[in-house]
C-alpha cells in the first residue's frame, strides 16, 4: 500500500518562503512520477508541479520561476520550495503519484494521494 504524508505548511508573508515535503512509504517514489496539486476555484485540481521519473520537472505558469520540486531518493522523499510566495498561493497542497512514470497533468491520471498540507499567505 502506497502512502503519502506532507508536511511543511504554515502561515507565511508575502514574498516570502516555505518548503513542503511529501514522504513515500509502501513504493520507491523515484520510479514514478510524482506531483504537487492543489484547488483552483471552479474548476479541477491544478497542478502546480511535478517530477516524473527521469527528473523531468512541470510547472503551473503561475509559480514558474518562484517553485522548485525536487526529491531525496535515500529518503523517498518529494519537496516543493516555495519562494516569493503569494496571497493566491493560498490553499491545501496535496502530493500525488501513481502508476505512471512520466508527468500526467491531470489529477484523476493518479492514484494516490496525501491528505494535504495548508498554505496561508498573508498579505
Do not use: H
Not at 30 to 47: D, H
Not at 62 to 71: H, L, P, Y
Not at 75 to 92: F, G, I, S, W
Request: with cysteine; hydrophobic share 30%; glycine share 8%.
Amino acid at each position: 500500500q502506497v502512502q503519502l504524508v506532507e508536511s511543511g505548511g504554515g502561515l507565511v508573508q508575502a514574498g516570502g518562503s516555505l518548503r513542503l515535503s511529501c514522504a513515500a512509504s509502501g513504493r520507491t517514489s523515484s520510479s514514478y512520477a510524482t506531483a504537487w496539486f492543489r484547488p483552483a476555484p471552479g474548476k479541477e485540481r491544478e497542478l502546480v508541479a511535478a517530477i516524473s521519473w527521469s527528473d523531468t520537472t512541470y510547472y503551473a505558469d503561475s509559480v514558474k520561476g518562484r517553485f522548485t520540486i525536487s526529491r531525496d531518493n535515500a529518503k523517498n522523499t518529494m519537496y516543493l520550495q516555495m519562494n516569493r510566495v503569494r496571497p493566491e498561493d493560498t490553499a491545501v497542497y496535496s502530493c500525488a503519484t501513481g502508476s505512471r512514470r512520466t508527468i500526467a497533468t491531470r489529477d484523476y491520471e493518479y492514484n494516490y494521494w496525501g491528505q494535504g498540507t495548508q498554505v496561508t499567505v498573508s498579505s
